[in-house]
């Protein structure tokens, strides 16, 4: 799987591709503890971890004392220079991406403005930041693409991108063909969820579930170590669910669903709109509620119980051992915490062991991280 690209080229083994997982996820690891991790004799660790040591995918960490390469007592870990990635986020005005290692460590990272839709225009776009953002001379080894809309890595084809306005368009194929890289595809909250679970808050939970809002609100689940991707990658459609059929309605007709509550937009346009003040940012919005204005404060608690609300629902269906809390507008948390815990409280199963919940501060270069651990995840699960 590594040899596509690699003038050094390795042939995995399921055992040696859980073994490098394993390093990558959690190490650096003794040569006892990753045994231990993986039930393996530590004969067993060493014939597999050789091929992976000579090939410099693997390092000795460097311990106590001398470091003398190949002194079995030192600990293992993951060379995260060996590989590149590149990982875009397309928007409806705007594409990012960035250039991780193999630990999804952002190195490089770039912007363009989507001037049309076009699919043409798009691929040149991607084309563009592909050859900006790749080291001369180190091949990339694969490409993450992530939108909102339906897509999953296991298909090439993007089913519906309500912002790009796509539908059934093979995308992944239509990148590999013009960039000549490995490229898959994923609905951009899975994504953020796939980062959470090798580099994030998800490390050493079999199960947790990442909600996001901002844009919208979005859900993405890991459960039994597996992110789940549902039939046709549609899955954590969260967005929609009726909080109070008499509140505001959103832009596909609901009466106060969670979108029409609590994402940045609908805070915005509420308080803008009540305020007669239309020059309003979601900011001053938060602002204005910190200070106790009351249509604000009203309005972000509002949107907090909905919130809290959503996260209840999630943690009723899916027993997760942590709720992640991110996206572009989870600052507003800090203004709503009240709300939303209350919320949360009141909506989770009498019988269920109240969810920890960790908030995630969010940078939005995050997405295009998301898209490039997509391809990492991809390119080391399933190729
Ligand atoms: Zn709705």
């Not at 910190?290 to 996260?311: M, S």
């Not at 019988?351 to 501060?361: I, N, Q």
Request: glycine share 8%; proline share 5%; net charge negative.
């Amino acid at each position: 799987m590594f040899s596509h690209t690699e003038t050094e080229s390795v042939r995995l083994t399921d055992a040696m591709r859980s073994v490098f997982v394993e390093l990558l996820v959690h190490g650096p690891l003794s040569r006892a503890e990753a045994a231990r991790r993986l039930a393996l004799s530590p004969s067993a660790l060493t014939k597999l971890t050789k091929p992976l040591l000579e090939a410099g995918y693997l390092l000795e960490a460097a311990g106590e004392g001398p470091a003398t390469v190949g002194r079995p007592s030192q600990p293992l870990q993951v060379d995260a220079s060996r590989m590149s990635f590149v990982g875009i986020k397309l928007t409806a005005d705007e594409l990012f991406a960035v250039r991780t290692d193999l630990a999804a460590t952002v190195q490089a990272e770039t912007s363009r403005p989507l001037a049309d839709h076009e699919i043409d225009h798009v691929l040149g776009q991607i084309a563009e930041v592909i050859e900006e953002l790749a080291e001369p001379g180190r091949p990339l080894s694969a490409v993450g693409i992530s939108l909102a809309g339906i897509a999953s890595p296991s298909d090439p084809v993007v089913h519906t991108s309500p912002f790009l306005g796509w539908s059934k368009l093979p995308l992944a194929t239509l990148v590999e063909r013009a960039v000549s890289v490995p490229t898959v595809l994923d609905n951009d909250v899975r994504a953020l969820t796939a980062v959470q679970q090798w580099f994030g808050e998800g490390v050493g939970h079999s199960s947790f579930a990442l909600v996001t809002v901002g844009a919208g609100i979005g859900c993405g689940l890991v459960v039994g170590d597996r992110l789940v991707t549902g039939q046709s990658g549609a899955t954590g459609l969260v967005g929609h669910l009726q909080i109070d059929d008499r509140g505001p309605m959103c832009e596909r007709g609901h009466r106060g669903c969670a979108r029409a509550y609590a994402t940045s937009p609908s805070i915005r346009r509420s308080i803008a709109a009540t305020l007669d003040r239309p020059e309003l940012t979601f900011d001053d919005c938060l602002s204005l509620a910190a200070d106790g204005h009351p249509v604000a404060r009203r309005v972000i608690d509002e949107a907090g119980a909905a919130l809290g609300q959503v996260v209840a629902t999630v943690a009723n269906l899916t027993g997760p051992e942590l709720v992640v809390l991110s996206g572009e507008s989870v600052h507003m948390y800090d203004v709503c915490a009240g709300a939303f815990h209350a919320a949360l409280a009141r909506h989770t199963h009498w019988t269920a062991t109240p969810v920890r919940v960790a908030v995630k501060p969010f940078a939005f270069n995050e997405w295009a991280r998301g898209a490039a651990v997509t391809a990492l995840q991809h390119l080391l699960l399933h190729r």
